[in-house]
């Protein structure tokens, strides 16, 4: 049986349940046109539904029905889950930059740890570590590809690129975003995707409502920086709720030398149409930004490197002597970086009958990037590689479908995704002084890298002890297929450099076995544990992109596999939320690409496969000691460190520390609601401490035993929610006015730091990407 027989035998079963799934997703639409046309104008009995306990309100069934659109998590179905789990509600959103993006968010949840190139915006890029496994861009570390990012439970992710699997600057507006779930560890079946073996962060937007409602809002402070967003609710017509807004932000970094400002926008838009039994949502998102690239500064000065170039005359260049803050002039070094994508997506869920339950996605994903990058600064006479023109894109196409049916003490689940990618990368590398151009380049790749993802699962959750005791245990099947294709280069003579690898094709089908346990020990307090092994398919570098001309063997291609432990304990009250939770993560055939030497050379695959331990526990703790106080805090301590790891000369790094990992760190904040006149006022204070962490070293191509410096951020807030411009202003139902600050005490602190050469030094030099400095914020918010 040849290889795309066997791929069409494994995803049989799957097209049948994708044809059911249409199917019945059809039904329930055609389902819903039969009530609506039934019910216009009439007066039928409405379903008694269920109440509201803060209003006392009785829910209609179609009331019901749009609640099951929002899928933020809540506290009890948190408390009751056999995951590690958490949610970040909109009271989050408080102690967070307005203009920080939706990265700058996760911060406050555990274990979480960012790393940005620009600091002071939304729409620069950042790498998100939970736990120490991570998302997003950062030269050198192994682990960015180990976190998927959804937007409202749909994939963001690039399924093989190393360097643009997903970018936080495509989240820029804070404002549109009512929370986040994040679900720490490859999680339930139902609930895994193919980038889930270190966690999933899924960006909940707003939501459609039942009553009409609209916000709009605005800040402005430090560095120019400005975000202002709108969203609106139309609420319920004949069964239709439909939620809209957008938003731009712009920066002046003050870590960038550009004359431009830094900005980005973003627009969304969900229906959904509700009925008895069931819902169809449609949903679309869409964004572009445009940020400078930070030039890293060499912490210490360098034997001829000045703030006008290297070997020219002038003030020594390093956060030392020029200044923490300070940038060269873009006529030597610049880059910035367009990141441009649109979602659109479909959701049904259908309720067959009391046991009986099917829910269905459908998604259509496009993403652009353009880096386009100019290198004077060393040795730009010499560097045939001084100019940088990248524009890699993607489509994705998917779906997944669930079924659930509850039977006596059983809660059977089961379905699958499908999800089908073509990624097209070009990047050109030239210098005009040498005579070269981005059509006739020095350095050329042209690569064509299509996946079809697939997974099917079987899932029960049994219940016992009058469900005091949930045992999940759960089976599923991922399969793998990837194809590089090299579409060559363009006949030039000053080509000498291209990227002639040869194409590389990979099928893989693997088991994940997983058990999960939850077992409530008193009303208040639960023990949870589970074990999970999932499988991952290695990115782009593993086939050969990028490459010079070097043979890729595909059997020597490796899917990477995660072992994952993970137990803990809860305590819910009505005053007091407490999880304590502890992992451990073993990763084997960990992709890594090697640099040895620092001259861009790689060994005879371009890849090394290592393996790691992540270790740790996670603390969060929420206490209402009175009913307008609130009193938080939360601490990850972990060690997460390489047991196999090598690179192209045969040095070993096992043993060492991962780089870019804080040790530990700490969250610890409070709030309090003052009655003044006019309103209530509102401070917040909220400080984070991060420990030292490990460097990389591009040079040797692994980890080192060197530290950066341990940093705490304290940030301040007062808000005023007033109505007194209700009377001012024509339909306005409510105002917050906010002035806040973050980094008050002005620590100078390394967002991110490495070891580099290359196009930046003619030595090994430590360099850094400062933080963000003390900024200060004027917001305001009008409800309508």
């Not at 070094?333 to 479909?346: E, Q």
């Not at 990058?373 to 994705?396: L, Q």
């Not at 097209?424 to 006739?440: A, K, R, V």
Request: glycine share 10%; hydrophobic share 35%.
């Amino acid at each position: 049986m040849d290889r795309k027989t066997r791929l069409t035998t494994r995803l049989k079963p799957l097209r049948i349940a994708l044809f059911l799934a249409g199917y019945f997703g059809c039904l329930s639409l055609a389902h819903a046109a039969r009530i609506t046309a039934a019910t216009r104008g009439a007066s039928n009995p409405v379903n008694v539904g269920e109440v509201s306990r803060s209003t006392d309100h009785i829910m209609t069934e179609k009331e019901r029905q749009l609640k099951k659109v929002d899928t933020l998590l809540t506290k009890k179905k948190v408390f009751k889950s056999t995951q590690s789990e958490l949610f970040l509600s909109k009271k989050s959103k408080h102690y967070v930059s307005p203009v920080g993006g939706a990265a700058q968010l996760l911060t406050m949840a555990p274990g979480v740890h960012i790393m940005s190139q620009n600091p002071a915006t939304g729409a620069g890029r950042d790498t998100i570590t939970i736990n120490g496994m991570g998302i997003g861009w950062w030269s050198g570390i192994t682990y960015r590809n180990q976190i998927m990012a959804l937007f409202d439970g749909i994939p963001m992710n690039n399924q093989t690129s190393n360097d643009g699997q997903w970018n936080t600057s495509q989240i820029p507006i804070l404002g549109l975003i009512h929370g986040v779930n994040l679900i720490y560890g490859p999680g339930n079946p139902n609930n895994r995707w193919y980038d889930s073996i270190g966690g999933t962060i899924d960006y909940v937007p707003v939501q459609p409502t039942a009553k009409a409602n609209a916000t709009m809002g605005l800040s402005y402070g430090s560095n120019n920086s400005a975000v202002t967003y709108f969203r609106a609710n139309t609420g319920l017509i004949d069964g239709w709720a439909t939620v809209f807004g957008g938003g731009y932000t712009t920066s002046n970094s003050p870590t960038t030398p550009y004359t431009f400002p830094e900005h980005g926008w973003a627009a969304y838009l969900k229906t959904a149409h509700v009925f008895n039994r069931g819902f169809a949502a449609f949903g679309f998102y869409m964004e572009k930004t445009l940020s400078g690239h930070s030039f890293q500064i060499p912490a210490t000065p360098v034997s001829g490197y000045t703030v006008n170039g290297d070997n020219v005359p002038g003030e020594p260049y390093s956060q030392a002597t020029s200044g923490f803050y300070s940038v060269v002039s873009p006529n030597l070094w610049y880059k910035y970086d367009v990141v441009d994508s649109y979602l659109l997506y479909a959701k049904q869920g259908y309720q067959f009958s009391k046991y009986v339950e099917m829910k269905n996605k459908l998604w259509y994903r496009y993403a652009h990037r353009l880096h386009q990058a100019y290198f004077d600064y060393y040795s730009a006479n010499t560097n045939p590689e001084t100019v940088e023109h990248y524009n890699p894109s993607d489509g994705t196409f998917g779906d997944k479908v669930d079924f659930s049916a509850r039977l006596p003490y059983n809660l059977v689940g089961f379905g699958g995704f499908f999800s089908d990618q073509r990624y097209h990368t070009t990047i050109s590398l030239y210098n005009p002084i040498l005579g070269t151009s981005q059509n006739d380049p020095y350095a050329f790749n042209n690569d064509v890298l299509t996946s079809v993802f697939a997974d099917l699962y079987l899932q029960d959750t049994i219940h016992f002890l009058h469900n005091r005791l949930r045992i999940t245990p759960g089976l599923a099947e991922a399969s793998f297929n990837t194809t590089m294709a090299n579409l060559g280069a363009p006949s030039t003579p000053s080509l000498i450099n291209n990227t002639l690898t040869p194409s590389a094709s990979t099928t893989f089908a693997r088991l994940e076995p997983s058990l999960g346990i939850n077992y409530r020990i008193t009303h208040h307090v639960a023990f949870y544990g589970n074990y999970a092994t999932t499988y991952q398919n290695p990115t782009d570098l593993a086939y050969g992109a990028y490459l010079p001309s070097i043979p890729i063997q595909s059997d020597k291609i490796q899917l990477t596999k995660n072992e994952d432990y993970e137990a803990g304990i809860r305590y819910l009250g009505k005053t007091i939320d407490l999880n304590l939770n502890y992992y451990h993560d073993f990763l084997t055939n960990l992709l890594n690409g090697v640099f040895g030497s620092g001259l861009g050379s790689f060994n005879d695959t371009g890849f090394s496969l290592g393996n790691a331990v992540y270790n740790g526990v996670n603390i969060a703790a929420s206490w209402e000691p009175i009913y307008n106080a609130h009193i938080f805090g939360s601490a990850n301590i972990q060690h997460s460190y390489y047991t196999k790891d090598f690179n192209s000369s045969g040095v070993s790094f096992s043993g060492y520390s991962l780089s870019g990992i804080p040790k530990y760190s700490f969250t610890v904040g409070a709030s309090y609601k003052m009655m003044v006149p006019g309103g209530v006022l509102i401070p917040r204070i909220v400080d984070h401490y991060y420990a030292a962490q490990t460097l990389f070293d591009n040079v040797t191509g692994g980890p080192t035993h060197l530290s950066t410096l341990p940093y705490n951020l304290l940030n301040l807030s007062l808000s005023y929610k007033t109505y007194l411009l209700n009377r001012v202003l024509p339909g306005v139902k409510g105002a917050i006015l906010t002035l806040s600050g973050y980094n008050i005490l002005g620590r100078q602190y390394e967002s991110a730091e490495g070891i580099s050469t290359g196009y930046q030094a003619p030595t090994p030099v430590i360099f850094a990407y400062a933080g963000a400095p003390a900024q200060v914020f004027f917001s305001a918010a009008l409800k309508f």
